[in-house]
């Protein structure tokens, strides 16, 4: 049987991003996202400041019907090319 932590994230074989390290069951299903997440960390902050680029911070929530979408669609090539990105835990 699987652990509560393999049940949230996205299914085996699919690519995963940085949050798949996190311990937040909010940032697990977010694993699979084509953006690569950040963490709310001073790294995400650091990297965007080394590379001039602004900061994009999403606060939606799992069940935000946009925020699904964003993870899918051309804003998220547009915001991984021009932006790095934080994904705040609901947890923290």
């Known amino acids: 049987m ?8 996205p299914p085996p074989g699919q690519p995963l991003n940085r949050l798949q390290f996190e311990a937040s069951p ?7 996202n084509p953006i690569d997440w950040y963490p709310w960390s001073e ?3 650091r990297k965007a400041r080394s590379e001039d680029k602004p900061t994009f911070l999403s606060i939606g929530y799992s069940t935000c019907h946009w ?22 835990s609901m947890d923290s």
Request: glycine share 2%; net charge neutral; proline share 8%.
């Open 67 to 88: 925020c699904h979408v964003m993870a899918h669609e051309v804003v998220a090539v547009l915001l991984r090319v021009t932006t790095e990105i934080l994904k705040p």
């Open 43 to 45: 790294e995400a902050f």
């Open 26 to 32: 909010y940032f697990l299903p977010h694993a699979g």
């Open 2 to 9: 699987p652990s509560r932590r393999e049940s949230i994230l």
